[in-house]
């Protein structure tokens, strides 16, 4: 080949080159619109509230933050495969009133009340997990069947009401401090950063992106699509223990109707994110991001004294928006 023909050969690509950075500069800009957005309420907050920026209130959403972010850890993984896990709020409220009970009838061993509501999270997941990758099931369907059978048990387990006469020091595992941060704002900076670690860097979280991109070609690869799907599942169901169980330490009470409308926050953090709904797309830090810029909406909406229901509103909004954007970055790069 002369030189002139590979002259002509480069012109092409030559040509296409500033096309693609256009692409992909125009694909960073829209992926992180809602960095922007986030941003944006921030300054719009602190204008019009400055106690929204006190050190204080800041510390207020990180901990208002801390339960959401667990189960939507979860919720992450399990979109990422391309499903959805619609049972958490019950498994939160299950999981509440199992530990609390347990606290009411052994005092002395308190903290077993806990590991049993854990595992009672762990139990839920691992049924979803067999529903859906064992026997098939559409997510939505085996979830939303969890979601109604552990709601009735929550209710069952307090033969219909809270559990009461719960002991005091029950409260000392999500009120307990270290180096000025309560336990479960450290759990949730531990816990993103092993989920994102586990995303990037091991061979599970590989496999993750693999079956939610494609399954046929994942299990052609030889990766266990049934495993996986059933991994992701279970380890939904035991954050959301674990956030059941910091909820009603925290406030020293457990109620069948405690993490009623979680799953749908968790669902909106991982989508405003930046994860697809079509599996094989989105990062932890997405979805802290997304978490974070609800549990600001919520925290600056409630010190303005916007009322509830426009709330919802906005961050349905919101939702839209992020699906829009996935909707839009999926076919810029299906181009």
Do not use: C, H
């Not at 709020?89 to 009133?97: N, P, W």
């Not at 495993?227 to 035991?238: D, P």
């Amino acid at each position: 080949m002369s030189a002139n023909d590979t002259t002509v050969d480069n012109e092409p690509r030559q040509r296409l080159l500033p096309r693609l950075r256009q692409l992909r500069a125009g694909e960073f800009l829209i992926r992180n619109s809602m960095v922007g957005v986030m941003l944006i309420a921030v300054v719009v907050f602190t204008v019009a509230a400055p106690r929204f920026s006190s050190a204080q209130n800041l510390q207020s959403i990180l901990i208002a933050a801390a339960p959401f972010a667990l189960i939507a850890m979860g919720q992450t993984l399990v979109i990422l495969t391309a499903g959805i896990d619609l049972s958490v709020g019950s498994v939160i409220a299950l999981s509440a009133m199992v530990s609390a009970w347990y606290a009411v009838n052994n005092p002395e061993n308190i903290w077993f009340g806990f590991l049993l509501g854990v595992l009672v999270g762990l139990v839920v997941g691992a049924v979803n997990g067999t529903l859906v990758a064992v026997f098939k099931i559409a997510p939505f369907v085996a979830t939303l069947s969890t979601l109604t059978a552990a709601s009735g048990l929550a209710y069952a387990v307090g033969k219909g009401a809270p559990i009461q006469g719960i002991p005091a020091v029950y409260g000392e595992l999500a009120n307990s401090r270290f180096l000025g941060l309560p336990l479960p704002v450290w759990l949730m900076i531990i816990g993103l950063i092993v989920v994102g670690v586990v995303l990037q860097k091991l061979s599970f979280g590989t496999r993750i992106y693999a079956v939610g991109g494609n399954p046929d070609a994942a299990q052609i690869a030889g990766i266990n699509v049934t495993r996986v799907r059933f991994q992701v599942y279970a380890i939904s169901g035991l954050l959301a223990g674990i956030s059941g169980v910091l909820l009603s330490s925290r406030v020293v009470n457990a109620a069948p109707s405690l993490g009623a409308g979680y799953e749908l926050d968790a669902i909106a953090a991982v989508v405003i994110g930046g994860a697809s709904l079509f599996g094989g797309r989105g990062s932890i830090w997405g979805t802290a991001i997304g978490l974070l810029l609800i549990q600001t909406l919520n925290n600056g909406l409630d010190i303005m004294l916007i009322p509830s229901y426009w709330q919802d509103v906005i961050k349905g909004l919101l939702i839209a928006a992020a699906v829009g954007i996935d909707v839009a970055v999926t076919r810029r790069m299906n181009r």
